[in-house]
């Protein structure tokens, strides 16, 4: 066989990573061209049509079942493929970034699946971007291990068999990879950078080991954006030679337009279909964000008011469920974010019992299994749906036949008796701050107020503060929210922040940065559509 030709890629601004040429072959990348050339037209095209769609729904204020898909609802006989072996007990999955120590813990957690995310809980620096994917590579020829330089303590996995499955999730369509750019200096989409390297490098691999290329699809918003993807598969299992079918995707439901079209989604990906994930924050910003100027009844109180339980909520899980029972797929939990206390098991006593009441009602309301997001709570979780499941591997026999939900119901917003307050806008900006800070020093999955918060933290917290100031919204006492008040407030939680960590750790962060971006994206006119784009241009690395 000939050497590949040199990659119409280059790589810009990027200084040399360890071991970087293990990662970024010419074979490598030239697989990663192709897929930049095949497919960026119509991920492009798409993009522009979720704009369209926005400026629909600001114009109605309404979503609705979509009357052009109405035959693929309609038929019964249709079911997505059936779950490989690896995939078809998932009654816990953890979830985490693909750094050294990560790698090894959630592989060895007692999970069944890994949530290994190259997205919201990873900062996209050129570092975490590459050596996330040499972890990986690392992790399947068992070439991993890591000392703590602080603790002395050293990782190093269990035997195969009692690790994790790897489930990948790439970064969403909306992001491109501005270290990787063609002949024309158009940066490739970073979606397919992640899911291209991943892929090339283990698809076989992963193969012999008894499993295959799983993935998670991130923020999709429309059925034609599964299309596409499953387009991208068929493409890349013929490339490298597997069998069609081999690569199985899970798609989080976690924008409001996607709720509308699960059965769609399921459809188009149906020979490389495994389940869908009810992803709670990233819908909560999807509501928000769709419905911004949909006046009061769209208006979102406190984040941590808005429970599983409410009804919109509800109705949307049990959808879920349903719709992925009907066509044999897995239907996956949201996540439980705590993250244990070592010094306060007050605190610990509360929160576990929190989330197995959590755990509790969804393995009972027939979900296959769940998140978590600390290898403590899997014990918690595993018991949950040992329960109700026993020794099956899933309870997708279920049929939920009783789920009824009209369009309607999944944007019942003002169905939940709950109103924002002061104490969720100081919430909103002290969670702002703190997380974007952090990811700004290449950290997306991070601790803050006990619980494990990514991107969708962050997007839910601005998109609520500029919610409310521009809804007029008034706290029960009669404080109006407006951008002053923000002001007010994120400047209170900076000068806190200042005297909780002392002046030379204050300046050695970055939190006048994260302070100012906070304020840009929630009291700009113009609303970003993900903070993450403005927070990308200030990334350093």
């Not at 399947?140 to 990782?155: A, H, L």
């Amino acid at each position: 066989m000939s050497a590949p030709a040199p990659s119409p890629l280059a790589i810009v601004d990027a200084e040399p990573l360890p071991r970087q040429e293990e990662v970024l072959t010419d074979a490598a990348l030239a697989f990663v061209a192709e897929l930049h050339r095949r497919f960026t037209p119509r991920r492009d095209e798409l993009l522009a049509r979720r704009a369209e769609r926005r400026a629909e729904i600001a114009r109605t204020s309404t979503l609705d079942f979509l009357p052009e898909t109405a035959a693929v609802r309609a038929d019964d006989s249709w079911k997505v493929a059936p779950a490989p072996a690896a995939l078809n007990d998932r009654r816990v999955e953890i979830t985490g970034p693909t750094d050294r120590k990560m790698t090894i813990n959630a592989l060895n957690s007692g999970a069944r699946v890994w949530l290994a995310d190259f997205e919201d809980a990873s900062a996209p620096t050129w570092e975490n971007v590459v050596l996330g994917q040499l972890n990986l590579i690392d992790a399947y020829t068992r070439n991993i291990d890591f000392t703590d330089e602080r603790t002395g303590k050293s990782y190093a996995l269990r035997p195969n068999e009692e690790l994790a499955t790897v489930v990948m999730r790439p970064r969403g369509w909306h992001l491109t990879e501005r270290h990787l750019v063609d002949a024309d200096g158009t940066p490739v989409p970073g979606a397919l950078v992640d899911f291209g390297l991943y892929f090339f490098h283990n698809a076989q691999r992963l193969l012999d080991l008894g499993k295959g290329p799983y993935f998670y699809l991130p923020k999709t918003e429309s059925h034609l954006e599964a299309r596409l993807w499953n387009e991208v598969f068929v493409f890349a299992q013929d490339y490298v030679g597997i069998p069609q079918g081999t690569i199985r995707a899970t798609v989080l439901i976690e924008t409001i337009t996607a709720a509308y079209e699960m059965e769609e989604i399921l459809y188009e990906l149906r020979d490389h279909a495994s389940g869908l994930n009810a992803g709670r924050w990233d819908y909560l910003f999807s509501i928000v964000k769709n419905f911004r100027d949909g006046g009061a009844k769209f208006v979102l109180p406190d984040r941590n008011a808005v429970t599983m339980t409410a009804p919109f909520m509800r109705a949307y899980t049990e959808l879920l469920v349903r719709t992925c029972h009907k066509r044999g797929a897995h239907a996956i939990g949201g996540m439980a974010a705590f993250i244990p206390s070592r010094k306060d098991p007050e605190v610990n006593k509360v929160a576990f019992e929190k989330v197995r009441a959590d755990k509790d009602r969804e393995a009972n309301d027939g979900f296959d299994g769940s998140w978590v997001a600390h290898p403590d709570l899997v014990p918690i979780a595993m018991e949950s749906f040992d329960k109700v499941l026993g020794d099956k591997p899933n309870q997708k026999d279920r049929l939920r036949e009783d789920v009824r939900v009209a369009a309607a119901d999944l944007i019942a917003i003002d169905s939940l008796d709950a109103k924002p307050t002061y104490e969720g806008l100081v919430n909103a900006v002290q969670v702002g701050i703190r997380y974007i800070e952090a990811w700004l020093r290449g950290l997306g999955a991070v601790a803050i107020f006990n619980l494990m918060e990514d991107a969708a933290t962050a997007e839910i917290s601005r998109s609520q503060i500029w919610q409310w100031i521009n809804a007029g919204v008034e706290f029960a006492g009669g404080e109006k929210v407006t951008p002053e008040l923000a002001r007010k407030v994120a400047a209170e939680e900076l000068d806190a922040i200042r005297k909780e960590i002392g002046e030379e750790a204050f300046a050695a962060g970055h939190w006048q940065e994260a302070h100012d971006l906070l304020l840009q994206v929630s009291l700009d006119e113009d609303y970003a559509d993900f903070l993450t784009l403005p927070a990308y241009e200030r990334l350093r690395g």
